[in-house]
């Protein structure tokens, strides 16, 4: 039932993005539509631009914005390097493409201008990285269980943990501690009811300091959840959902 719910989620969650994707690629046809393509030229070259947006999405992930004097050298030389692979793309598909649809010498079709203008280019590329980013946090929002891992900052260092190995978050003051299967503890800034959101409905909140997975338990023993060989508690505010929830486990 779990892996059922899942593969809904992550259908939808796909299906969602690729509708972002799709739109956004319309929009960014109208605008090369304004500077004198056909609509089919504007959307091939918006389409031949998809891939090198994907990349930068996926480097800019990888990039410590912590370390700042670091991350900002690190983020302009992305931005160069993506700048020069959307420039021979955007040549590319002028020669190869458009030159022999129009069947007119290279020297003929000119590139045009709002496309050789790095601030542009790199404004529009940025602009739908934004836009994936902020329209998928949405998603993740409605349809946390969708992930199949889940990615947080840990003593300033990126951890990416799949969700069955994450047995529990703990409140600590104004830390929260993630503990993972193999006794591993993960320190983090987030709030717990940030934490609550990102899990979703396979983890269950039994406290104000403790958010466990609920295909973990093992029972409950008195007003304690039983997750291994740890006995966590259960608060009164919890204690009526952390009953429906065991007893729907048990039918």
């Known amino acids: 039932m779990e892996e059922k719910n899942y593969l809904c989620s992550a259908m939808k969650r796909n299906i ?3 509708t972002y994707w799709t739109m956004a690629l319309l929009m960014f046809a109208v605008i090369l539509c304004s500077a004198g393509y ?3 030229d504007a959307l091939f070259l918006g389409t031949s631009l998809l891939p090198v947006a994907v990349l930068y999405r996926y480097l800019l992930a990888h990039i410590r914005f912590s370390i700042c004097r670091q991350s900002l050298w690190e983020l302009g030389c992305l931005s160069l390097f993506i700048l020069t692979l959307a420039f021979l ?3 590319l598909a002028h020669t190869a493409v458009l030159t022999l649809r129009h069947q007119i010498l290279i020297t003929e079709l000119g590139v045009s201008p709002m496309l050789l203008n790095p601030v542009f280019l790199l404004a529009m ?3 739908l990285i934004a836009g994936d980013y902020f329209f998928g946090r949405i998603i993740e929002r409605h349809l946390p269980e969708s992930q199949e891992t889940i990615t947080f900052v840990s003593d300033r260092q ?3 943990l799949p ?4 047995l529990y978050v703990e409140s600590c003051d104004t830390e929260t501690w993630v503990h993972a299967t193999d006794d591993r503890r993960y320190r983090n800034k987030r709030p717990i009811s940030a934490w609550a959101d990102l899990l979703g409905r396979d983890f269950l909140r039994i406290h104000r300091s403790y958010i466990v997975r609920i295909s973990a338990c093992q029972g409950r023993e008195s007003e304690n959840i039983v997750l291994n060989d740890l006995r966590l508690p259960i608060s009164r505010k919890y204690k009526t959902e952390v009953q429906k ?3 729907h486990l048990n039918t």
């Open 158 to 160: 990126p951890v990416t």
């Open 89 to 91: 793309i955007i040549h």
């Open 245 to 247: 929830v065991l007893d």
């Open 125 to 127: 590329l940025l602009l």
């Open 38 to 40: 056909s609509l089919s």
């Open 163 to 166: 969700r069955k190995e994450i």
């Open 16 to 18: 969602l993005l690729l």
